[in-house]
């Protein structure tokens, strides 16, 4: 039974990539797994898991995803086939591609189908949950301890209540800091409370504190550790 | 394109599109580059240009045939002259036109219509290269 899960936030830079990254990573030790890069103009999933863009093949029916370490992956990366292109589309182009990366590429057998939503609550995501609709397994939120972001976040829990989306839990990225020489911990967006009103106030899961780790960017696997909870939650 | 009357544009459009269609179906290379893009499917491409004239072609079997009246195209592109003029040219590439918002692509399967017409688009442009365009 396939089971799917949109890693979103409203905030762009949370890490929502990096951390689709990781539980793909974890959940492909055992599973097959499909990655939908829905952030159509700024793709980066195939940057973070270090995946070279191959030409993608059209088969009779459908478009063949690109396969990567046993993972499959569609991103309008794919299309472009050049990191350096600017990719402008307007709101009816990205919903219509929202649902030809879902009903038109040959996801074979999934048993997850992750989906690595774009930031904010316009078009892409609009699109996920008109096309998904009630089949979505779960939201995965992902947030900083930051102010802008974890306030925009209660909004994104709103509309999840709203819609009857289950949050599947939050993940604080950036959580901290630990300085490698000294070993002193920073809190760099200062309080963490916010985080933990959320937690509190809407009664959501708090999968993880996820520290600021110097070059995780390049070494996204890095932090696999702190997806611990994958094999138990999803 | 400033200072060249539409005649002479509309003129200059269908001249690169046929001769582009002649050289291509002319070639076993691209024709069997054409083939496996197409996957034995019939799709067909509307231009519509805007405040000009509306265009298509479309692929059987292996082979590019100019249509002026499409009924049901697969995908509908809309641009301007200068757009399409610079595509054939090669001086934009289909998919530069394509992401850079120079075009609107309508179809429920415009991706692979992508994929697809861009092919047979990037052998326009070395054929406009050859031409000396």
Redesign the interface.
Same mark, same amino acid.
């Given at each position: 039974m396939l089971k799917i899960y949109i890693v979103a936030s409203t905030k762009g830079g949370c890490g929502k990539t990096t951390s689709t990254a990781n539980i793909a990573r974890k959940l492909s030790m055992k599973y097959n797994i499909g990655i939908i890069d829905a952030d159509l103009t700024s793709p980066s999933i195939c940057k973070i898991l270090d995946a070279p863009i191959k030409k993608?093949k059209?088969?009779?029916d459908k478009?063949e995803p690109m396969e990567f370490n046993g993972m499959k992956i569609f991103s309008t990366a794919l299309?472009?086939g050049?990191d350096d292109?600017?990719?402008? %589309?307007?709101g009816e182009?990205k919903r219509?591609?929202i649902e030809? %990366?879902v009903n038109?590429i040959n996801w074979g057998k999934l048993d997850y189908l992750l989906v690595d939503a774009a930031p904010g609550c316009s078009d892409e995501l609009i699109e996920l949950l008109d096309i998904f609709n009630k089949k979505i397994d779960g939201m995965i939120i992902v947030t900083t301890p930051s102010r802008l972001s974890v306030n925009s976040v209660r909004k994104l829990v709103n509309l999840c209540e709203k819609k009857n989306i289950k949050v599947t839990g939050l993940i604080s990225n950036m959580d901290t800091f630990r300085c490698p020489s000294c070993g002193l911990h920073t809190d760099i967006f200062g309080s963490k409370d916010g985080v933990t009103k959320i937690v509190n106030d809407f009664n959501i899961q708090l999968l993880d504190r996820v520290p600021i780790i110097p070059n995780v960017e390049n070494r996204p696997m890095m932090i696999m550790e702190y997806f611990r909870w994958v094999s138990e939650v999803l | 394109m400033s200072g060249i009357t539409q005649e002479i544009k509309s003129r200059l459009i269908n001249y690169l599109l046929s001769k582009g269609i002649d050289t291509i179906n002319a070639s076993d290379e691209v024709r069997l580059k054409i083939k496996e893009s197409m996957n034995g499917e019939d799709r067909t491409i509307l231009l519509k240009i805007k405040d000009f004239e509306t265009m298509g072609f479309g692929v059987e079997d292996d082979r590019l045939v100019k249509m002026s009246d499409i009924k049901n195209p697969t995908v509908t592109v809309v641009l301007s002259e200068d757009t399409f003029i610079q595509i054939v040219r090669g001086k934009l590439t289909f998919k530069e036109g394509f992401f850079y918002g120079d075009m609107d692509v309508i179809g429920e399967d415009w991706i692979r219509d992508y994929l697809t017409f861009n092919t047979i688009f990037e052998q326009f442009s070395y054929i406009a290269k050859e031409m000396g365009l």
């Open positions: 993608l059209i088969g009779r478009i299309l472009t050049d292109m600017p990719i402008m %589309f307007k182009k219509g591609a030809q %990366f038109k | -």
